[in-house]
């Protein structure tokens, strides 16, 4: 076969002009007063104290990246420094201006007019500062951030690696997201918190005046009421599902202060259903088909080029006929987590990894059959570090209906005191699934059993006392030379050399291996993985995101039938 019968190329008509970097960064918590500060600033790098100008790099991309004109990394020793001038926006006397920086990995110390005004500590979540006693009025303002990045294993960083190569890739530092500005009442709604059960919701609130009015658009009743608190229920309730992801926006105001935000009705819930317990969605069963998800994008590294290509990404998901994300050891920006609310994808969110890795101690021994964990131990600035880390996390994600199942470690990479964090984790948010210890290195904690398979083959089995989740397995090479990171290197789990090949593998893992373990109580399966990723060509999807190495159509079939033997054995 040539190419044009063996590949099958991606609807990629993505023509919304919506999707951009300059869109409305936070869709949850919106109001009407807000300047985006994307664009190009200017870029240093200090070396002992002194500085030498880069040139203009184009935010809100990494300065690794393609997309930011730069194609520079920090060496030992070396700091950024990122510069811009801005206006203030028109405000009035009592009002607040605040600074808003989507993530700043690691380390950022943030200047307004050469003045110190905070630090941050932490690569992957969104800060704010109130700069308004900071800025002068009428006049350009200078904006300088230092940021430090050596890669401290104290600090949660993924899969990132100053020597890339396999199953580790280009590191990025410094500014990744967007920064930007929002105008605020004195007294102002700085968080909502969200919690819907069946068709009640209960929405919280943090910051504002006493009074307030809530109106869920399109539908005519209004509530008002004092407090911090409100719940109220839903007539005639739409429920939230990949099939079906129904959204109700809704204005928050207290006379002074205006949000525009949204919520869904979703429940996620463990039932006994025939002898095995299941995760359910809104009291019905449902079969996790993921993918792994490492949202990597050639030109932008850490972003694609534009928001779009996470609608390219959950599009296809759906398309090939998956209904999940694992989104693995990274936090996206707060759009991405909205595109799967809007059109409708689950996602298993991990929890972002620190402490060292090794190869032998948490890949290999454990890969043939040695369960104890060697080194479960961490210091204890890395504690302190990794709990705050997960804590924010659940917070940045708990509004998002897609959101279900946080991964807190993951092949034992930096486990430590695993049902202690359980513990903390799962009283902060009840309402999520929680697998403590994905692939293996378990202990009593968990709301699932969660198991990796790569070079096995798969004889799975639930216990009847927890849901049992296939969290990792596939990885199956084929790489296409046109569209692949290198010509040269290459890693996956079991290499193929055609397309017709790997339709087959694919075909016999789910239908000869996973559609068996269904019978036998699985409850969901995560392929490796979505899209290549560098040297890791072991995705159904290009890593230019231009080519799907399988048919639709198979992938399609392939999915159906998983439901179909999922939804039998699950009748109650």
């Not at 639930?462 to 990171?485: D, Q, R, T, V």
């Not at 789910?510 to 890791?536: K, R």
Request: aromatic fraction near 12%.
């Amino acid at each position: 076969m040539d190419k044009k019968e063996t590949f099958k190329k991606l609807d990629t008509d993505f023509t919304d002009n919506n999707y951009s970097w300059n869109a409305h960064p936070r869709p949850q918590l919106k109001r009407d007063n807000y300047t985006v500060l994307n664009g190009e600033w200017d870029l240093s790098i200090i070396q002992k104290n002194s500085a030498t100008y880069l040139g203009k790099i184009t935010m809100p991309f990494p300065p690794e990246s393609d997309l930011s004109n730069i194609c520079k990394t920090l060496n030992k020793g070396e700091k950024f420094l990122y510069k811009t001038t801005f206006l203030p926006p028109s405000f009035s006397l009592g009002e607040k201006v605040i600074l808003h920086f989507g993530a700043v990995d690691q380390i950022a110390d943030i200047y307004i007019n050469d003045r110190l005004i905070s630090s941050h500590i932490g690569g992957y979540l969104p800060f704010s500062i109130d700069i308004t006693e900071r800025i002068l009025i009428g006049k350009q303002n200078d904006i300088s951030v230092i940021v430090t990045d050596e890669l401290n294993t104290n600090i949660p960083y993924g899969k990132q690696s100053k020597k890339r190569g396999g199953m580790w890739y280009t590191a990025t530092c410094g500014i990744w997201q967007t920064v930007w500005l929002e105008v605020v009442p004195k007294e102002y709604f700085s968080y909502l918190s969200i919690t819907t059960n069946g068709n009640l919701v209960t929405i919280n609130t943090l910051g504002g005046k006493a009074n307030k009015t809530l109106k869920i658009i399109g539908i005519p009743t209004t509530f008002s009421y004092s407090g911090d608190s409100i719940t109220f229920s839903v007539e005639n309730p739409i429920f939230w599902s990949p099939d079906s992801p129904h959204l109700y926006d809704f204005t928050l105001s207290d006379g002074t202060d205006l949000v525009y935000s949204y919520f869904a009705l979703r429940d996620i819930s463990v039932q006994e259903i025939n002898g095995y317990k299941y995760i359910c969605l809104n009291d019905k069963p449902i079969f996790f088909n993921a993918l792994l998800d490492q949202g990597y994008f050639p030109d932008g590294i850490y972003l694609p080029s534009s928001p779009q290509g996470y609608v390219q990404d959950v599009l296809n998901a759906k398309k090939l006929g998956f209904n999940t994300l694992r989104k693995h050891a990274k936090i996206e920006p707060d759009l991405f987590y909205y595109y799967c609310d809007k059109l409708g994808i689950l996602v298993m969110q991990d929890m972002v990894n620190s402490g060292k890795y090794n190869f032998l101690l948490d890949t290999a021994l454990p890969t043939i059959g040695v369960k104890r964990q060697p080194r479960p131990f961490a210091n204890k600035l890395r504690k302190t570090i990794f709990l705050k880390h997960c804590s924010e996390t659940i917070k940045f994600l708990h509004n998002h209906p897609c959101v279900v199942y946080y991964t807190i470690f993951n092949e034992g990479w930096g486990q430590f005191n695993a049902d202690n964090v359980y513990e903390i984790l799962k009283q902060q948010d009840s309402t999520k699934i929680f697998d403590t210890t994905s692939g293996w290195f378990k202990k009593s904690k968990s709301d699932v059993d969660s198991k990796h398979v790569y070079f096995k083959k798969l004889k799975l089995k639930a216990n009847g006392k927890k849901p049992l989740i296939l969290s990792e397995f596939g990885g199956y090479s084929y790489k296409i030379l046109a569209h692949s990171f290198n010509q040269k290197k290459t890693y996956g789990y079991k290499k193929i050399l055609s397309s017709l090949e790997f339709e087959k593998e694919i075909t016999s893992l789910y239908l000869d291996q996973v559609l068996p373990c269904i019978n036998n109580g699985l409850n969901g399966a995560v392929l490796t993985q979505i899209c290549d990723v560098e040297d890791e060509t072991n995705g159904l999807i290009t890593y230019d995101r231009k080519i799907i190495k399988i048919s639709i159509e198979q992938m399609q079939k392939i999915n159906k039938a998983l439901t179909i033997a999922f939804d039998e054995i699950t009748k109650k």
